[in-house]
């Protein structure tokens, strides 16, 4: 995050347990279609929302963003979540970031369409929406319906849909993949490949030291 005055930014939050080419692709998508200046990503903290025996460490987690997204001079990524002691809220997220980055940040929080729902039918989603805009990516298998039923009325222009590749990859079946010992190649970027066996995440063997 080493620019001087950025103006629309964008933020990936995810849980990257762990990120995969779905997360980069859509992230790829936003910063040319919004012709933003570069993405953040931002990893949880603590998912409270998510099982947590899945979950690997946090700093894991911060680390394989760092190796996916290290190759696009355009991605950067936050550790204000897994900093953060507790809960994350994204409105604490939003305005902490919008600090680092300066007044000027407009900020986009990129977000699949499920993701979105999960965010503005939970805490105080009106300012939520008024601390960002919205990109909804669509996601394989996904109703939009859904998402236009449940916004709150009057914040319809603060989210904009965003069609993207039809990537059915998600952490769920990496980590499935892993415990199977089936491959990674082609929908994680090799490093995290590498990373996750080196640590032997997600049950797939004693990490090697
Ligand atoms: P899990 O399967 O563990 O829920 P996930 O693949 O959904 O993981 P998350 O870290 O939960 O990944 O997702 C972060 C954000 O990326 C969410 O907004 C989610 O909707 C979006 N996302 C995840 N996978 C894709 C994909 N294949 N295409 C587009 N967006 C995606
Ligand atoms: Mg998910």
């Known amino acids: 995050m080493a620019n001087s005055s950025p103006r629309a930014v964008g933020v990936m939050g995810g849980t990257f347990n762990p990120i995969h080419y779905g997360h980069l692709v859509t992230a790829e ?13 931002v990893p949880a903290g603590h998912p409270w929302q998510k099982d947590q025996d899945e979950v690997a460490p946090a700093e894991d987690r911060y680390l394989m963003t760092v190796i996916a997204t290290a190759t696009n001079d355009k991605f ?16 604490d997220t939003l305005r902490g970031l919008k600090e680092t980055l300066g007044g000027d940040a407009e900020l986009w ?11 503005i039918t939970w805490k ?3 300012a939520v929406l008024r601390e960002a805009r919205f990109i909804a990516a669509t996601r394989p298998g ?3 319906d859904r998402l236009e039923k449940e ?14 590749p ?18 990674l190649r082609y929908l994680v970027p090799e490093g995290v490949a590498r990373y996750i066996e080196k640590r032997g995440l997600y049950g797939g063997g004693a990490p090697s030291t």
């Open 124 to 126: 105080d989603p009106e």
């Open 151 to 164: 916004l709150p009325s009057g914040f319809e222009d603060r989210v904009s849909i965003l069609e993207i």
């Open 76 to 91: 950067h990524v936050s550790r204000i979540e897994i900093d953060r002691p507790g809960p994350t809220y994204t409105i």
């Open 166 to 183: 039809a990537l059915a990859i998600s952490s769920t079946d990496i980590r499935r993949r892993v415990r199977e010992r089936r491959p």
């Open 29 to 41: 998508e936003a910063l040319v279609a919004f012709d933003l200046e570069q993405v953040v990503f």
């Open 142 to 144: 996904y109703d939009l």
């Open 109 to 119: 929080f990129i977000s699949g369409a499920d993701g979105i729902l999960n965010i």
